[in-house]
Antibody, heavy 124, light 109 residues
Framework: QVQLVQSGAEVKKPGASVKVSCKTS????????INWVRQSPRQGLEWMGW????????NYAQKFQDRVTMTTDTSTSTAYMELRTLMSDDTAVYYC?????????????????WGQGTLVTVSS | EIVLTQSPGTLSLSPGERATLSCRAS???????LIWYQQKPGQSPRLLIY???SRSTGIPDRFSGSGSGTDFTLTISRLEPEDFAVYYC??????????FGQGTKLEIK
């Protein structure tokens, strides 16, 4: 079955960087994009961006454009999300989710499945 | 950016009752790209409905989605105990960004 397994919880100081991994299995990694979404009590669910593992193309949300880098390693079917210059407001659970797009008569798109989430805590 | 507003914020109902959850967009959303998720405490979001009205694999038929344009609805026809959770709508088309609603918490009355 399709699985996305994320790396463990992180504690970081303000100004530091964090890199979260998302190891996939059960499907052809390069056939689907990977989205990154974070969730905090204050901001709810926030879409951070998307990467196409087949060519490395990315789309980042404007809010994170200057601080985020999404990459993939096709040899291990793993996606990575690095967020720099962390602030306390970046404390959240970070999720990866497979991007599914297909067309019968018209295109549809959805995120499925999601990884288990990685808690990133930013605190001095 | 398309803003999605969900209502009500909290819905208190009893098992067996019908739940109607609303998702309103700040501008027209293609039905193809309107999605509903369910999230239970301590779990990741789970896909329920895509294309505004198509149930994901394994989702019971008591869940249904409808709507078009700027107004979308998730209906649960007869609530089961396991349906009490938070529900999110999302729009995610070919033009970024994807956005989420703030969620509706469905709680047991």
């Amino acid at each position: 079955q399709v699985q996305l397994v994320q790396s463990g919880a992180e504690v970081k100081k303000p100004g530091a960087s964090v890199k979260v991994s998302c190891k996939t299995s059960g499907y052809t990694f390069t056939n689907y994009g990977i989205n990154w979404v974070r969730q905090s009590p204050r901001q709810g669910l926030e879409w951070m961006g998307w990467i196409n593992p087949s060519n490395g193309n990315t789309n980042y949300a404007q809010k994170f454009q200057d601080r985020v880098t999404m990459t993939t390693d096709t040899s291990t079917s793993t996606a990575y999300m690095e967020l720099r210059t962390l602030m306390s407001d970046d404390t959240a659970v970070y999720y990866c989710a497979r991007d599914v797009q297909w067309r019968v008569l018209e295109w549809v798109r959805y995120l499925d499945p999601w990884g288990q989430g990685t808690l990133v805590t930013v605190s001095s | 950016e398309i803003v999605l507003t969900q209502s009500p914020g909290t819905l208190s109902l009893s098992p067996g009752e019908r739940a109607t959850l609303s998702c309103r967009a700040s501008q027209t959303v293609s039905s193809n790209f309107l999605i509903w998720y369910q999230q239970k405490p301590g779990q990741s979001p789970r896909l329920l409905i895509y294309g505004a009205s198509s149930r994901s694999t394994g989702i019971p038929d008591r869940f249904s989605g409808s709507g078009s344009g700027t107004d979308f609805t998730l209906t649960i026809s007869r609530l089961e105990p396991e349906d009490f959770a938070v529900y999110y709508c999302q729009q995610c088309g070919h033009s970024p960004p994807c956005t989420f609603g703030q969620g509706t918490k469905l709680e047991i009355k």
